[in-house]
């Protein structure tokens, strides 16, 4: 009886290149190429896969695993076949590989066999996701569903507590895909998220949270709330961050007013479209899934009806926006909007100022009054303005937005912080590493909805809004009132 063998050879790109089935017993008769297998079909960008096939003569012959590089093919492994012409390739997958095997001609017993290649096979890798979904009634169902499908890969849920995301419970996704599981509904709103362990060389993955409505409203409630008054629906997250992001992952809720619909004078449906910007900005910024919707409505101050969008499930972030018209970046405003202006009603250089939604014009006193019965509404610990110095080479409504507030504000008691606008630029960048990537993150899920900010999505962000993202700057301190 003659011995079997197991050859294994390690290559810088293949990982190993394994012989099987090996017997000593040769038979020179040639026999049609067997087919190239890939294993798994479709892999995870990252996950290990398998290349086989075998040669059609039986004995231990060399083989060299290429794939084509610019129209050229480019070796990237060698080995050898078991006795019966197998040969197994293990790679990690990386976009798109177009590979093959090939046998050079050789001699073997004082017969010579030219040349085989095997039929070349594209391997497209893909991306990996992993969605929640979240059905309550008298108890709490979360479905998590991934692509692809492994069947058994660990599934971690998690809620967030605070600033910190704790486990709650594990499972396998089944030959699906999918992983139910049932909770009791909580008594105060909670987030959820599922974390899907590494797969055969494939990373970990987290999917998006989602917000969870508890059965007791009054169990729900902020350790503190951060204010921000700007002008325009990017304000705040090109010249407020990083500083929001952190309260945000310190567990703190965040409201926001917009004086201006940002429109630019480009019509309604522009502005309304911009408006979704700050909540996929702020789904994005905080974790969570951005595809359930946000909650529209209206609420009254000083007797100004006020646009509202509010987050799902325990409503952390409030967005009111007052649709004013943009101002211009000189203030002298648009053709479109009569050349209405914030700063113009500062000025005293207009009686009162029309919202784009036609609701209840303003004049000074009453802008001041509803952004000050906001203020004292949200029950803000920290305030955030934009500069309100002039000089500074900024937007009108910058500067018109930070006045506005500071008028406002003399009666809540909290600190109020501000900060540069588009003077920055020729300060050094001081927003790097992690802090930037989750700034340019949160920059573009809200540039989806605003074409104008930095054009094609591929180049975003560019030119000046590039150099915002990477800087942060306060302005001097200001004093309410």
Known sequence: MRARTLCTFMLPLVLAIAVTGCTSRDSSADQAEPATVVAPEVPMNGERFEFHSAQPTRFARGVILQKLDNRTWVTVGEGRTGADGRFRFTLRADGILTLRALSP????????????????????????????????????????????????????????????WADAGTGRVDTDGHLTLRL?????????????????????????????????????????TV?????????????????????????ACATTVYLTAGDSGDGDQYWRNREIGPEMAYSTMTGMDAGPGWTDGERTFAGHRVHVSTSPGSGRITLYSLRLPDGALDGTGTRTTGNQSVIKLLDNRIRSITPLDGSRSYDRAGLIATVRAIAESSGATTVRILDPRSGQGDHADHMASARVALEALGGVRAPVLAYRGYGITSAPANVTGKALARKTAALLSYAAYDPELCGPAATCPSGDTARWVQRQYRAPRVSPG
């Open 184 to 224: 009791p509904r909580p008594r105060a709103s909670i987030d959820y998220r599922v974390r899907m362990s590494a797969w055969n060389g494939a990373p970990a993955l987290t999917s998006a949270g989602v917000s969870v409505t508890g059965t007791d409203p009054r169990a729900d409630h902020c350790t503190r």
């Open 227 to 251: 204010l921000s008054i700007v002008a325009h629906q990017d304000d705040e997250i090109l010249f407020m961050n990083p500083d929001i992001q952190k309260d945000l992952d310190a567990g």
């Open 105 to 164: 001609a050789t001699t073997h017993q004082g017969r010579s066999y030219a040349q085989t290649i095997t039929t070349p096979v594209t391997v497209r890798s893909v991306d990996q996701s992993v969605r929640l979904t979240a059905a309550s009634s008298s108890a709490l169902s979360l479905s998590a569903v991934s692509y692809p499908v492994r069947p058994g890969r660990t599934v971690t849920l998690q809620q967030r507590e605070g600033a910190i």
